[in-house]
């Protein structure tokens, strides 16, 4: 029960275990244990403690060459507490070979240094992994904490907080975003239009194409600032723009190389970004089904898209239980498909078709 070098924190997506491994991180570095209130709590929630090594994955996944570099980070003495923290979000993401590394330096930490990890499930992990880690598992909010959280955290009125917590089914920042931004609502009514609209093989591919189309589009919007400003601050690093004969050209030839991997990482991370977007609208799709099936059996549950319940009734009058079963799997056949890099315009249609009445 006493402290170890390596925590494994595991949640469904929205049980909040990055921000659990982060409060964890401001108790081992606060000299009070996690007071919440000085400046080394404040430092550790913004991310901006000396000792604390916070690694997000911004692309399809973490590269050994980022793992070592990590490692060697890790391997520094800790400057103002007692802890060198390493807050690894997303460690799942990690490739075999970045597994192997990270492997390496758990089974041989450096006395004062502290590993969280932060995955959805202990099996996302290799078992050498986890079983040198001390696991904490989390479980998704229900809806009324969630709710409770919006109205009194981002001050959102009553009824839409509970709207967007049961939407959200217990995913918190999912239902942040469905309170206060419009937008992300009008994506999620479109997403479920789609049963209605699966008339026909030509409205599945149109369908299709829409929700590839509109993930593209996120995808775009959420990385073309960013993009630009990593890119103008690396050819700034590298001389574009100086002065004198000979300096510009030179090390902007020399920084050509890291010009090129930075536009692979974004690259990458565009691909994530539209995966995950296209991933969202499926678990949509998977509790409008989910409902219908609740319905069919006459199951006693809050639905997540109650606002809707019309056509989830209409729906569960029309099909039955079996068929309702087989349009989750297919959704969810749909997941593992994107997951493994099929082209998403071809996943897509082909559950797209199996949706259809």
Not at 20 to 34: V, Y
Not at 153 to 170: H, K, L, M
Not at 266 to 281: H, N, P, V
Request: net charge neutral; aromatic share 4%.
């Amino acid at each position: 029960a006493g402290m170890t070098h390596a925590w494994l924190f595991t949640g469904p997506p929205g049980s909040g275990r990055e921000e659990a491994a982060r409060a964890f991180a401001a108790a081992l570095l606060c000299p009070d244990a996690g007071c919440g209130h000085c400046d080394q709590c404040h430092q550790v929630l913004i991310g901006s403690h000396p000792d604390l090594e916070s690694v997000r994955p911004q692309g399809l996944s973490y590269s050994v060459k980022q793992t070592r570099e990590l490692i060697l980070r890790a391997a520094g003495a800790p400057t103002q507490g007692r802890w060198r923290v390493i807050l690894f979000e997303d460690a799942d993401r990690a490739t075999e070979s970045a597994a192997n590394a990270l492997l390496k330096a758990i089974e041989e930490p450096p006395p004062r240094t502290v590993w969280l990890l932060c995955a959805p499930a202990p099996d996302d992990l290799m078992i050498t992994i986890r079983s040198r880690c001390r696991l904490v598992t989390l479980t998704t909010p229900a809806a009324e904490a969630v709710a409770h959280v919006l109205a009194t955290r981002d001050s959102v009125p009553q009824d839409i907080a509970r709207f967007a917590a049961r939407a959200a089914q217990g995913h918190i920042s999912r239902a942040r975003a469905l309170a206060l931004d419009e937008g992300a609502r009008a994506r999620r009514e479109a997403v479920l239009s789609i049963p209605r609209a699966l008339t026909g093989v030509g409205e599945c591919v149109a369908a299709a194409e829409r929700l590839v189309k509109t993930a593209e589009e996120e995808a775009a919007a959420a990385t073309a600032a960013l993009n630009d400003d990593e890119t103008a601050e690396l050819r700034k690093l590298y001389g574009e723009g100086s002065t004198g004969k000979g300096l510009n050209r030179g090390l902007v030839r020399g920084g050509a190389g890291a010009l090129k991997e930075l536009e692979e990482r974004q690259k990458s991370r565009a691909t994530r970004i539209k995966r995950d977007s296209l991933d969202s609208a499926l678990l949509e799709l998977a509790s409008y089904y989910r409902d219908v099936l609740a319905m069919q059996f006459g199951a006693a549950i809050e639905l997540a898209n109650d606002d809707i319940r019309y056509d989830l009734d209409q729906l569960a009058r029309s099909s039955t239980p079996e068929e309702t079963l087989r349009r989750i799997d297919a959704i969810m056949q749909c997941r593992e498909r994107l997951a493994a890099n099929v082209n998403p315009q071809i996943a897509i249609e082909a559950m797209m078709l199996a949706l259809r009445p």
